[in-house]
């Protein structure tokens, strides 16, 4: 371990000597550019009434389909239509805008969990949890 490492991890930290730099690490990303993109493409795919039914029609179709889905058992024709469903909700622009805009703040947020990993010497992105877009 480094020495950095080491004096990282045996300084007593309060919920305050934590909380704070987390807070400023969240203000820092919420004003990154990227962060702002994914922020106006949400904006714009939540108004834009195209994007919202081919969204809720693959959904809707996805959720009629169940467990059947789950566990493989549907068949062809219920397969392509979910296929056309999930093509028409893709090619709509503002989901596609928001996606973008999603995995390029996902790449600065891997980024930054890649540095504090390096300076706390352990996979900061594992120990964040499932569902976490850190790492």
């Known amino acids: 371990m480094r020495q950095?490492?080491?004096?990282?991890?045996e300084a007593p930290a309060n919920d305050d000597e934590?909380?704070?730099?987390?807070?400023?690490l969240a203000a820092a990303l919420a004003a990154t550019p990227e962060f702002q993109a994914?922020?106006?493409?949400?904006?714009?795919?939540?108004?834009?009434?195209?994007a919202?039914?081919?969204?809720?029609a693959a959904q809707?179709?996805?959720?009629?389909?169940?467990?059947?889905?789950?566990m493989?058992?549907?068949?062809?024709a219920e397969r392509e239509e979910l296929q056309r469903?999930?093509?028409?909700?893709?090619?709509?622009?503002?989901?596609?805008?928001?996606?973008?805009?999603?995995?390029r703040l996902g790449a600065v947020c891997q980024e930054v969990a890649g540095l504090m990993s390096e300076i706390i010497g352990l996979s900061f992105a594992a120990s964040?949890?499932?569902g976490c877009s850190c790492g």
């Open 85 to 103: 469903l999930q093509q028409a909700m893709f090619t709509q622009p503002a989901v596609q805008a928001y996606l973008d805009a999603q995995q």
């Open 128 to 130: 964040c949890g499932p």
């Open 52 to 56: 919202q039914a081919a969204i809720r």
């Open 38 to 50: 994914l922020d106006r493409a949400e904006l714009r795919l939540q108004q834009d009434d195209a």
């Open 4 to 9: 950095s490492q080491t004096k990282i991890l």
């Open 72 to 76: 493989g058992l549907i068949g062809d």
């Open 60 to 70: 809707e179709r996805q959720q009629a389909l169940g467990w059947q889905l789950q």
């Open 18 to 24: 934590v909380l704070e730099p987390a807070r400023q």
